[in-house]
T-cell receptor, first 119, second 114 residues
Framework: AQKVTQAQTEISVVEKEDVTLDCVYE???????LFWYKQPPSGELVFLIR??????QNEISGRYSWNFQKSTSSFNFTITASQVVDSAVYFC????????????????FGRGTQLTVWP | DAMVIQNPRYQVTQFGKPVTLSCSQT?????MYWYQQKSSQAPKLLFHYYDKDFNNEADTPDNFQSRRPNTSFCFLDIRSPGLGDAAMYLC?????????????FGPGTRLTVL
Protein backbone atom coordinates (compact mmCIF):
# COMPACT_ATOMS: atom_id res chain seq x y z
CA ALA A 1 0.00 0.00 0.00
CA GLN A 2 1.19 3.49 -0.80
CA LYS A 3 2.24 5.23 2.40
CA VAL A 4 2.34 8.68 0.81
CA THR A 5 -0.10 9.88 -1.81
CA GLN A 6 0.33 12.99 -3.89
CA ALA A 7 -2.79 13.02 -6.00
CA GLN A 8 -1.77 15.99 -8.13
CA THR A 9 0.57 14.80 -10.86
CA GLU A 10 0.99 18.18 -12.52
CA ILE A 11 -0.01 21.71 -11.66
CA SER A 12 0.42 24.79 -13.83
CA VAL A 13 0.00 28.31 -12.54
CA VAL A 14 0.88 31.79 -13.67
CA GLU A 15 3.44 33.78 -11.74
CA LYS A 16 2.15 35.44 -8.55
CA GLU A 17 -0.63 32.92 -8.11
CA ASP A 18 -0.80 30.94 -4.89
CA VAL A 19 -0.60 27.18 -5.22
CA THR A 20 -1.13 24.31 -2.78
CA LEU A 21 0.43 20.90 -3.17
CA ASP A 22 -1.42 18.11 -1.42
CA CYS A 23 0.10 15.24 0.52
CA VAL A 24 -1.79 12.48 2.31
CA TYR A 25 0.03 9.84 4.30
CA GLU A 26 -0.77 6.55 5.94
CA UNK A 27 0.97 5.03 8.94
CA UNK A 28 0.17 3.08 12.08
CA UNK A 29 3.07 4.58 13.95
CA UNK A 30 2.39 7.22 16.56
CA UNK A 31 5.80 8.76 16.04
CA UNK A 32 6.74 9.67 12.52
CA UNK A 33 8.25 12.46 10.48
CA LEU A 34 7.08 14.13 7.32
CA PHE A 35 9.31 15.83 4.79
CA TRP A 36 9.04 17.92 1.69
CA TYR A 37 11.77 17.91 -0.95
CA LYS A 38 12.11 20.01 -4.09
CA GLN A 39 13.67 18.57 -7.24
CA PRO A 40 14.48 21.28 -9.82
CA PRO A 41 15.34 20.34 -13.40
CA SER A 42 19.00 19.96 -12.39
CA GLY A 43 17.99 16.77 -10.56
CA GLU A 44 19.21 17.25 -7.00
CA LEU A 45 16.60 16.79 -4.29
CA VAL A 46 16.64 19.72 -1.92
CA PHE A 47 15.30 19.35 1.60
CA LEU A 48 12.62 21.92 2.46
CA ILE A 49 11.06 20.96 5.78
CA ARG A 50 10.68 18.23 8.38
CA UNK A 51 7.71 17.89 10.74
CA UNK A 52 7.27 15.42 13.58
CA UNK A 53 3.95 13.82 14.38
CA UNK A 54 3.59 15.62 17.69
CA UNK A 55 3.91 19.11 16.30
CA UNK A 56 0.83 20.23 14.43
CA GLN A 57 1.74 23.88 14.32
CA ASN A 58 1.69 25.31 10.86
CA GLU A 59 4.98 26.67 9.64
CA ILE A 60 5.79 29.59 7.41
CA SER A 61 9.12 30.28 5.78
CA GLY A 62 9.02 33.25 3.45
CA ARG A 63 6.63 32.41 0.63
CA TYR A 64 6.38 28.78 1.75
CA SER A 65 3.94 27.47 4.32
CA TRP A 66 2.97 24.03 5.49
CA ASN A 67 -0.31 22.82 6.97
CA PHE A 68 -0.10 19.62 9.00
CA GLN A 69 -3.41 18.03 10.05
CA LYS A 70 -3.28 14.68 11.80
CA SER A 71 -7.07 14.38 11.72
CA THR A 72 -6.95 14.10 7.93
CA SER A 73 -3.42 12.65 7.69
CA SER A 74 -2.38 15.51 5.47
CA PHE A 75 0.71 17.65 5.19
CA ASN A 76 0.01 20.22 2.50
CA PHE A 77 2.46 22.74 1.10
CA THR A 78 1.48 26.20 -0.11
CA ILE A 79 3.59 28.56 -2.17
CA THR A 80 2.37 32.14 -2.03
CA ALA A 81 2.99 34.49 -4.96
CA SER A 82 4.65 31.77 -7.01
CA GLN A 83 7.68 32.53 -9.15
CA VAL A 84 9.16 30.88 -12.21
CA VAL A 85 12.05 29.58 -10.05
CA ASP A 86 9.52 27.54 -8.08
CA SER A 87 9.05 25.29 -11.11
CA ALA A 88 10.16 21.84 -9.99
CA VAL A 89 8.94 18.46 -8.87
CA TYR A 90 7.96 18.43 -5.22
CA PHE A 91 8.06 15.24 -3.20
CA CYS A 92 6.39 14.55 0.10
CA UNK A 93 7.96 11.77 2.19
CA UNK A 94 7.31 9.86 5.41
CA UNK A 95 9.73 8.29 7.87
CA UNK A 96 8.50 6.02 10.65
CA UNK A 97 10.20 6.08 14.02
CA UNK A 98 9.34 2.51 14.94
CA UNK A 99 11.06 1.04 11.95
CA UNK A 100 13.32 -1.87 12.79
CA UNK A 101 16.85 -2.44 11.74
CA UNK A 102 17.43 -1.56 8.16
CA UNK A 103 14.04 0.12 7.67
CA UNK A 104 14.74 2.79 10.27
CA UNK A 105 15.43 6.11 8.64
CA UNK A 106 13.92 4.96 5.38
CA UNK A 107 12.02 7.61 3.42
CA UNK A 108 8.74 6.63 1.77
CA PHE A 109 8.24 9.03 -1.09
CA GLY A 110 5.06 10.07 -2.82
CA ARG A 111 5.09 10.12 -6.61
CA GLY A 112 5.73 13.82 -6.73
CA THR A 113 3.90 16.82 -8.13
CA GLN A 114 5.33 18.64 -11.14
CA LEU A 115 4.76 22.35 -10.61
CA THR A 116 5.17 24.66 -13.59
CA VAL A 117 5.01 28.40 -13.03
CA TRP A 118 4.56 30.42 -16.19
CA PRO A 119 5.79 34.01 -16.48
CA ASP B 1 30.80 23.68 1.74
CA ALA B 2 30.05 20.19 2.98
CA MET B 3 28.29 18.29 0.29
CA VAL B 4 27.44 15.13 -1.60
CA ILE B 5 29.23 14.77 -4.93
CA GLN B 6 28.39 12.38 -7.72
CA ASN B 7 30.55 11.56 -10.69
CA PRO B 8 30.04 11.56 -13.52
CA ARG B 9 26.89 13.67 -13.94
CA TYR B 10 26.14 11.93 -17.23
CA GLN B 11 27.19 8.41 -18.15
CA VAL B 12 26.59 6.61 -21.41
CA THR B 13 27.22 2.90 -21.60
CA GLN B 14 26.43 0.09 -23.96
CA PHE B 15 24.01 -2.70 -23.33
CA GLY B 16 25.76 -5.28 -21.17
CA LYS B 17 28.90 -3.21 -20.54
CA PRO B 18 29.66 -2.83 -16.82
CA VAL B 19 29.50 0.66 -15.41
CA THR B 20 30.43 2.20 -12.07
CA LEU B 21 28.93 5.34 -10.59
CA SER B 22 30.59 7.09 -7.70
CA CYS B 23 29.45 9.14 -4.76
CA SER B 24 31.53 11.00 -2.23
CA GLN B 25 30.59 13.07 0.78
CA THR B 26 32.32 15.59 2.99
CA UNK B 27 29.59 15.48 5.63
CA UNK B 28 31.10 12.52 7.51
CA UNK B 29 27.69 10.90 7.62
CA UNK B 30 27.32 7.29 8.67
CA UNK B 31 24.59 6.35 6.22
CA MET B 32 24.81 6.39 2.43
CA TYR B 33 21.90 5.54 0.15
CA TRP B 34 21.55 4.74 -3.54
CA TYR B 35 18.30 5.48 -5.33
CA GLN B 36 17.15 4.84 -8.86
CA GLN B 37 14.75 7.38 -10.32
CA LYS B 38 13.04 6.90 -13.64
CA SER B 39 11.24 9.63 -15.49
CA SER B 40 8.23 11.06 -13.64
CA GLN B 41 8.62 8.62 -10.78
CA ALA B 42 9.62 8.81 -7.16
CA PRO B 43 13.15 7.77 -6.18
CA LYS B 44 13.34 4.04 -5.55
CA LEU B 45 15.72 2.87 -2.85
CA LEU B 46 18.19 0.25 -4.11
CA PHE B 47 20.32 -0.23 -0.99
CA HIS B 48 22.11 1.61 1.74
CA TYR B 49 25.17 1.37 3.93
CA TYR B 50 24.95 2.01 7.63
CA ASP B 51 28.63 2.48 8.35
CA LYS B 52 30.06 -0.72 6.82
CA ASP B 53 26.84 -2.66 7.12
CA PHE B 54 25.28 -3.22 3.67
CA ASN B 55 21.49 -3.36 3.40
CA ASN B 56 19.91 -4.49 0.17
CA GLU B 57 16.28 -3.87 -0.73
CA ALA B 58 14.41 -7.08 -1.44
CA ASP B 59 13.48 -6.07 -4.98
CA THR B 60 16.88 -4.73 -6.06
CA PRO B 61 18.12 -6.81 -9.01
CA ASP B 62 21.30 -8.83 -8.56
CA ASN B 63 22.70 -6.81 -11.43
CA PHE B 64 23.23 -3.94 -8.98
CA GLN B 65 26.08 -4.07 -6.48
CA SER B 66 27.62 -1.52 -4.17
CA ARG B 67 30.89 -0.90 -2.39
CA ARG B 68 31.80 1.45 0.39
CA PRO B 69 35.58 1.36 0.87
CA ASN B 70 35.54 4.14 3.47
CA THR B 71 33.21 6.64 5.11
CA SER B 72 33.50 9.18 2.32
CA PHE B 73 33.00 7.07 -0.78
CA CYS B 74 30.32 4.76 -2.09
CA PHE B 75 30.10 3.11 -5.51
CA LEU B 76 27.24 1.67 -7.50
CA ASP B 77 28.22 -1.08 -9.92
CA ILE B 78 25.86 -2.22 -12.63
CA ARG B 79 27.29 -5.46 -13.91
CA SER B 80 25.34 -5.85 -17.13
CA PRO B 81 23.21 -2.80 -17.82
CA GLY B 82 20.00 -3.34 -19.72
CA LEU B 83 17.88 -0.77 -21.47
CA GLY B 84 15.59 -0.75 -18.44
CA ASP B 85 18.41 0.46 -16.23
CA ALA B 86 18.53 3.83 -17.95
CA ALA B 87 17.61 6.27 -15.19
CA MET B 88 18.85 8.95 -12.84
CA TYR B 89 20.86 7.48 -9.96
CA LEU B 90 20.82 9.50 -6.78
CA CYS B 91 23.16 9.17 -3.85
CA UNK B 92 22.09 10.46 -0.45
CA UNK B 93 23.60 10.60 3.01
CA UNK B 94 22.27 10.87 6.52
CA UNK B 95 24.04 11.39 9.85
CA UNK B 96 22.48 8.33 11.44
CA UNK B 97 19.78 5.84 10.56
CA UNK B 98 17.06 7.65 12.48
CA UNK B 99 13.58 8.64 11.38
CA UNK B 100 14.13 12.32 12.14
CA UNK B 101 17.23 12.67 10.00
CA UNK B 102 16.75 14.26 6.63
CA UNK B 103 18.72 12.87 3.77
CA UNK B 104 21.18 15.01 1.83
CA PHE B 105 21.16 14.29 -1.87
CA GLY B 106 23.80 14.61 -4.53
CA PRO B 107 23.04 16.03 -7.98
CA GLY B 108 22.60 12.57 -9.49
CA THR B 109 24.12 10.67 -12.41
CA ARG B 110 21.97 10.28 -15.47
CA LEU B 111 22.69 6.90 -17.06
CA THR B 112 21.96 6.22 -20.71
CA VAL B 113 22.16 2.68 -22.04
CA LEU B 114 22.61 2.27 -25.79
Amino acid sequence: AQKVTQAQTEISVVEKEDVTLDCVYETRDTTYYLFWYKQPPSGELVFLIRRNSFDEQNEISGRYSWNFQKSTSSFNFTITASQVVDSAVYFCALSEATGRGSTLGRLYFGRGTQLTVWP
Amino acid sequence: DAMVIQNPRYQVTQFGKPVTLSCSQTLNHNVMYWYQQKSSQAPKLLFHYYDKDFNNEADTPDNFQSRRPNTSFCFLDIRSPGLGDAAMYLCATSPQREAYNEQFFGPGTRLTVL
